[in-house]
T-cell receptor, first 114, second 112 residues
């Protein structure tokens, strides 16, 4: 079965540069979530989208922005990168927001800021 | 927000059952109990979820207390591949965008 696809899998950027991560949800899933996981930490919720509209916002820095497109894929844009942005970024998708639905995660995108 | 409490770590022997506890005393009537696990450098993997009744799937069983203030994830025969961090998460129905809030999970180690 098709899973959540994230690209790129690995990314190295310099400080103050910009990075874009892409997420392709499971077919027919209309909800996308973004998480950030620093070394030795638990995943932290950043932002989510339902039917191309932002549905919730977590601890996402102002330097980051995201959107969900008409084909339901999503992109996370990160500008003015800082060393502390180095982390594993997960995208997840689900069918709707109902608590009884399952959320499926991608394998993540490794961002290293040097 | 309703929170969960889990032991920091647990150990198990291979081929033996494992019972991973989770307390959620402030759970509301519409909160679903979800369990995910995460291996190092991999995305969280869905294990099981339930609302009121016990649930079984090919990976595990979920036993939910009658008052719903606690639950237990049961791995019937632990394998080395089950070594991971297990997260017990309450997912609200339609509130807060339906997101999962990861707290401190239980790191399960499996000894051969």
């Amino acid at each position: 079965a098709a899973g959540v696809i994230q690209s790129p899998r690995h990314l190295i950027k310099e400080k103050r540069e910009t990075a874009t991560l892409k997420c392709y949800p499971i077919p027919r899933h209309d909800t996308v979530y973004w998480y950030q996981q620093g070394p030795g930490q638990d995943p932290q919720f950043l932002i989510s989208f339902y039917e191309k509209m932002q549905s919730d916002k977590g601890s996402i820095p102002d330097r980051f922005s995201a959107q969900q497109f008409s084909d339901y894929h999503s992109e996370l844009n990160m500008s003015s990168l800082e060393l502390g942005d180095s982390a594993l970024y997960f995208c997840a998708s689900s069918l709707g927001l109902h608590g009884g639905n399952t959320i499926y995660f991608g394998e993540g995108s490794w961002l290293t800021v040097v | 927000d309703a929170k969960t409490t889990q032991p920091n770590s647990m150990e198990s022997n291979e081929e033996e059952p494992v019972h991973l506890p989770c307390n959620h005393s402030t759970i509301s009537g519409t909160d679903y109990i979800h369990w995910y696990r995460q291996l190092p450098s991999q995305g969280p993997e869905y294990v099981i979820h339930g609302l009121t009744s016990n649930v079984n799937n090919r990976m595990a069983s979920l036993a939910i207390a009658e008052d719903r203030k606690s639950s237990t994830l049961i791995l019937h025969r632990a394998t080395l591949r089950d070594a991971a961090v297990y997260y017990c998460i309450l997912r609200m129905v339609y509130n807060q965008g339906g997101k999962l809030i990861f707290g401190q999970g239980t790191e399960l180690s499996v000894k051969p």
